[in-house]
């Protein structure tokens, strides 16, 4: 008789990432806190002013993998980035900006044909408002399309 214990976050619990993003939150709650880390899920940012500061941070959230056996991937790393992508930003020292990809992949949809597609372009479009000016009154109509009284119909 033994005790049986996941080694990996298993697939198919339904609360798994939230549950695995409160125990990344608490493992690096200093890092956050002090202002220079920020996890989403198994992505870690940490940011810096100087190479040095860098190299040290760097050292301490290692130094919290390694008792707990939590394991980093080398191949996964971006070390001393300028800039990078994540959660479909371009994220540098001086701004935040929608990454170009994301952008290409809207030009290149085709208009949606049903609600559903009216919902999902409605809820992508939404998760880059800060950056839309206007974006409520631009999308208005779109959103009377998704009403239950109203015929759906798109017409160029």
Not at 82 to 98: F, M, N, R, T, Y
Not at 110 to 118: G, L, R, T
Not at 130 to 148: G, P
Request: charge should be neutral; glycine fraction near 4%.
């Amino acid at each position: 008789m033994g005790i049986y214990e996941y080694t990996r976050m298993p697939f198919g619990i339904k609360n798994a990432p939230a549950h695995f993003q409160r125990m990344m939150d608490t493992i690096f709650q200093e890092e956050i806190l002090e202002g220079w880390t920020v996890v989403y899920i198994e992505d870690i940012i940490i940011y810096s002013e100087t190479w040095e500061d860098h190299v040290q941070y760097i050292d301490r959230v290692l130094s919290k993998c390694t008792p707990i056996n939590l394991k980093i991937s080398l191949k996964k790393c971006n070390f001393g980035q300028q800039e990078l992508l994540a959660l479909g930003h371009k994220v540098s020292g001086l701004s935040l900006a929608i990454d170009q990809n994301k952008v290409a992949e809207v030009l290149q949809k085709p208009v949606p044909k049903s609600i559903k597609e009216m919902q999902s372009f409605l809820g992508f479009s939404s998760y880059y408002r800060n950056h839309i000016k206007n974006l409520a009154h631009i999308t208005s109509s779109l959103y009377k399309l998704c009403s239950k009284d109203v015929v759906f119909e798109i017409t160029n």
